[in-house]
C-alpha cells in the first residue's frame, strides 16, 4: 500500500508519518510539506491513500484533494486535523476498509 501524507507544519507531518507507519506496517509511507510537491508524486506515482491536514495552516486542503482524485480516482483520502488525532482516524478507516 503506497500511502501519502501532506501537512504544511514539518513537525506535525513527521509526527504524522510515524503514526502510519506505526498502524500500516509495511506500507510505503511518503510525507510533503508542500502540496505541490505531493501533486507531482501522484502524477508519477500510484497512490491508494492520501491523507491531508485540513488545519488552518492548509486551507486549500480539499482543492487538492479533488486534484489527486483526478489524477487518481481510485485513490482514497483522509483528511485530519491535528497530528495526535490521524493515528486513531487512520486505525478506524483500515478497519472498516473491505
Same mark, same amino acid.
Given at each position: 500500500?503506497? &500511502? ?10 513527521? $509526527?504524522?508519518?510515524?503514526?502510519? !507507519?506505526?498502524?500500516? %506496517? ?24 492520501? &491523507? ?10 480539499? $482543492?487538492?484533494?479533488?486534484?489527486? !482524485?483526478?489524477?487518481? %480516482? ?25
Amino acid at each position: 500500500m503506497r &500511502i501519502i501524507v501532506v501537512d504544511g507544519d514539518k513537525n506535525a507531518l513527521a $509526527g504524522s508519518v510515524s503514526s502510519v !507507519r506505526e498502524t500500516v %506496517p509495511g506500507a510505503s509511507v511518503t510525507g510533503f510539506d508542500i502540496h505541490e510537491e505531493a501533486l507531482e508524486y501522484c502524477r508519477n506515482s500510484l497512490v491508494d491513500v492520501a &491523507i491531508l491536514n485540513i488545519g488552518p495552516a492548509d486551507k486549500d486542503g480539499i $482543492g487538492y484533494a479533488k486534484k489527486i !482524485r483526478a489524477l487518481l %480516482p481510485s485513490c482514497n483520502v483522509i483528511f485530519y486535523r491535528g497530528q495526535p488525532r490521524v493515528r486513531r482516524v487512520f486505525s478506524a478507516r483500515v478497519r472498516l476498509r473491505p
